[in-house]
């Protein structure tokens, strides 16, 4: 445990034996535990959440971004779908590439201007509001307006921002001050909000204000057409950006029964499918399914091998294979099939014993075998070069249903952009895409890009037993699965498995805690893997070195426990 004058820095497990809620910011999770309160269930409080979140963090998420939401309501599960698609009017050559030198947090190739990166011609579809709305269309309880009206009460009467969100507007103000709407919500007086209490001007954001009250009226209507959707689309499109009315009319959420469930310890695991992390994390544990990590020391060097092998072997897949299914031909059945796992198993026991030093060279399987097909057509892979803003939020209430939420402008403060008198600051969800043509993940109207998100839920014989998921862009899926293997193979409570050390296997040399011994490392590099420590003084993935993650769960005696990110403003809060 981490301690400074022998003080704890690391926060303590919340314990409840109803609901509870985590979330990234300290409103939106009271603001989720009086939805829970007042009968709601965790659609509910996770729908008054997420819109809340928005406003008290908008560095990382708000309703000009997109997500997923997985739920359990009663017999029923799945995962409803909301990320952020390319205009129609976007192609693949609407970039000039500059140098196929790797820029970005993700490591494409550089782009005039980054206009991919930030700016106008950055933004994708929204599909936040959509999908909040769909998921309280079919399983939430309380009125819509009900679910709304606390986020237009932050935004319209202010609020005394947390030291996280003021930590996000110094570390991007070259982005705030690149940008003349967006310095004027975060620094309307022209000076950075305090997080003073008795300071009587507080962080208001009276435009956003107004754009809720339209969704609070008429729904996600509100936001796709009339008044809100051309005052978005003229602001982009005044300043060069592609974005239509027409664009935001046709955006539909995906609701996908039961989503992408597989087997991990006897428990079911349920993530999103196609263009997310979800096939990525699925691999992964069912990788590890050949390992019998009960057994084998926590963070030893056979149990770290075996999650580097799983973990390395998962992504370069991700990277030569996935993408959205309606523009490219994906082997998703054969991916995570019983049998390519197993040969993939095979082919990491193969490699799994070096001696002398040598680099692992990855290389993508052929899935495509256990599908008993040929591909249609073969496009190359979208391989980064070796070189971030998302939220997330937990909920399982009395009732025992259940939600794991992310949702994402893609970097802090998204593309930088807020159309003139909305409030509303838009993702650069087009950063995702491989802006090279003709690749697995490059640009195509319509197109949804492959993301970073896999919120997950953990169900056992009695129902959901684990909410987990976590901001962080690459790094969320090495995060989640590290989680669940520490809590289900290792016993680790919620908050005893977000604090303990991990690793992230999501680029070419893996990062590791300072904490995870040096002479357990020395002797994993004869193996072929290559590590690099991240400490205090690295905050390149941004102030979580490791992703930042919520973790809820259920014993079978009915208690419920959860953990949040120990440096950051989040907070989590169980029902008496």
């Not at 309880?141 to 996280?164: D, F, N, Y």
């Not at 990788?287 to 009960?294: A, G, I, P, Q, V």
């Not at 990855?362 to 391989?383: C, D, F, M, Q, T």
Request: hydrophobic share 35%; glycine share 10%.
């Amino acid at each position: 445990m981490t301690k400074l004058n022998n003080v704890s820095l690391l926060k303590s497990e919340a314990i409840s034996t109803a609901g509870m809620i985590g979330t990234k910011d300290r409103y939106a999770t009271e603001i989720g535990k009086a939805v829970l309160d007042n009968g709601g269930n965790a659609i509910d409080a996770a729908v008054a959440s997420c819109l809340a979140i928005g406003v008290v963090e908008p560095t990382s998420s708000g309703i000009g971004g997109g997500g997923y939401l997985n739920f359990q309501v009663g017999d029923k599960g799945g995962v409803i779908g909301f990320p952020m698609q390319a205009s129609l009017s976007a192609n693949s050559d609407m970039y000039s590439i500059i140098s196929q030198q790797g820029v970005g947090s993700f490591g494409w190739a550089s782009v005039k201007n980054d206009e991919n990166i930030h700016g106008y011609k950055s933004i994708a579809i929204p599909g936040a509001v959509a999908g909040l709305y769909k998921a309280h269309e079919l399983y939430g309880s309380m009125p819509w307006s009900e679910l709304v009206e606390p986020s237009i009460k932050l935004a319209r009467e202010g609020i005394t921002p947390h030291w996280h969100l003021l930590f996000d507007i110094g570390k991007l103000m070259g982005l705030i001050f690149q940008y003349d709407e967006l310095r004027r919500v975060l620094m309307p007086s022209g000076v950075m909000p305090t997080s003073d209490i008795n300071d009587v001007n507080k962080f208001k954001q009276p435009h956003l204000a107004d754009v809720l009250e339209q969704i609070s009226k008429y729904g996600a209507k509100g936001f796709y057409e009339g008044d809100v959707a051309e005052a978005l689309v003229k602001g982009i499109q005044d300043n060069g950006g592609i974005l239509t009315t027409e664009d935001f009319a046709q955006y539909t959420p995906f609701v996908w029964d039961q989503g992408l469930e597989f087997a991990y310890r006897g428990k079911t695991v349920r993530v999103p499918p196609y263009a997310c992390a979800g096939t990525t994390s699925a691999m992964t544990l069912k990788l590890l399914n050949n390992f019998n990590l009960s057994k084998i020391e926590h963070n030893s060097i056979e149990m770290l091998n075996a999650y580097i092998l799983s973990a390395r072997m998962a992504y370069v897949d991700r990277f030569e294979y996935l993408a959205d299914p309606n523009f490219v031909d994906v082997p998703w059945e054969g991916l995570v099939s019983d049998g390519y796992i197993k040969t993939r198993f095979q082919e990491m026991s193969g490699i799994s014993q070096y001696s002398d030093g040598k680099e692992i060279n990855y290389r993508p399987g052929n899935p495509w075998i256990e599908e008993k097909r040929k591909p249609k057509e073969v496009l190359p892979a979208s391989v980064p070069s070796e070189d971030k803003g998302t939220t997330h939020l937990g909920v399982i209430d009395k009732f025992g249903n259940a939600v794991s939420l992310t949702n994402t402008l893609m970097s802090g403060f998204g593309s930088g952009v807020v159309p003139k008198n909305t409030g509303v600051i838009m993702n650069n969800g087009m950063m995702w895409f491989d802006p090279i043509p003709d690749r697995v993940n490059s640009i195509k109207p319509g197109k949804f890009p492959l993301n970073n998100m896999t919120p997950a839920l953990v169900l056992g014989d009695n129902g959901v037993e684990m909410s987990v998921g976590a901001s962080g862009g690459r790094r969320i899926t090495n995060c989640v699965t590290q989680l669940i293997i520490k809590c289900i193979d290792y016993g680790m409570s919620p908050q005893e498995a977000i604090d303990s050390p991990r690793i992230d296997c999501s680029a070419k040399i893996i990062s590791t805690d300072p904490r995870i011994p040096a002479e357990v490392l020395s002797k994993l590099e004869p193996r072929g893997h290559r590590f690099q420590s991240i400490g205090d003084h690295s905050l390149d993935s941004g102030f979580p070195s490791f992703a930042s993650p919520v973790v809820i769960m259920k014993d079978e005696d009915g208690t419920v426990r959860g953990g949040v990110d120990s440096f950051h403003s989040a907070f989590i809060q169980g029902q008496e």
